[in-house]
C-alpha cells in the first residue's frame, strides 16, 4: 500500500514572479493544495523535504500528511502533480489534492509483471504489455504503490485481461474487463533468403567468326599471284 508520510507546510500570500523568486530564496518551494471541502491555498513547502520525499517514493501516489503551520490537525492529500524545470530538474511546483481517509479516490496506478512467461523462457516468444497502468478506485489507505502480475504460466498465443488481475482487497476498477495486459507472442524470424546457383566459370562473349571464300590453288599448287594494282599495270605498258 503507499506510504503515508509527513510534509510541512505553510500559507503563501504573494503570488507572481517576485514572490516565486523569494520563496526559492528562503530554500521553498511553491505549492497549492485544493478537493474536499475548503477552497484552494496556496502553499510553500521546504525544497529539502519534499526532494527527500519524492527520492524515497515507491510508486507515483503519495499520500501525504500536511502538518499546515496555525492548524492543529493535519490534511491528507495526494501529491497530484510535480513540476520539473526542463533543464536541472528542479522542482518549480507541487500540486496537492485533498482526500478525507472515508471517501473513494481515484488513482492510475503502474502494472508490473513477475516472473518469466514460459512461452518465452521455453519458446523464445516476447512478452508484449499493452497496458501501463490501471485506473482503480479504493479508500486513500488502501491505496497500492504497483499491481504486480503474475505471468510466469503464459505460453505463445497466451493473455491476461483485466478480469484476471488479482486486484488488492479494497481496490476496484471501471476499466473494461476485455482490455489485454499482456501476451506472448511468437519470435518474429527473419525470411531466409535462398541463394541461387553460381556458374562454376562464366564463359567470356567471344567475337562472331568471320568466314572468308576460300581461293582455288592454281595448276603445280602454288596459290595465285595477288593481282598488281592498276597504277603498275598502267606504268608498264
Known sequence: MAKQVKLSATRRTGTGRAAVRKIKAQGAVPAIIY???TKAEPLQVPKRDISLMLS???GENILVELAIEGEQAGRLALVKEVQHAPIGGDILHVDFHAVSMDEMIEAEVPLTSTGIAEGVKTFGGLLDQSLRSLAIECLPRDLPDIISVDVSALNIGDSIHVREIQLPQGVTTRVSADLTVFSVVAPVV????EEEPVAAAEEAPTAPEVITAKKEPTEGGA??????????KEAKK
Open 190 to 193: 527473419a525470411p531466409t533468403v
Open 223 to 232: 596459290a595465285p599471284a595477288k593481282e598488281a594494282p592498276a597504277k603498275e
Open 56 to 58: 524515497h517514493a515507491s
Open 35 to 37: 478537493g474536499g471541502k
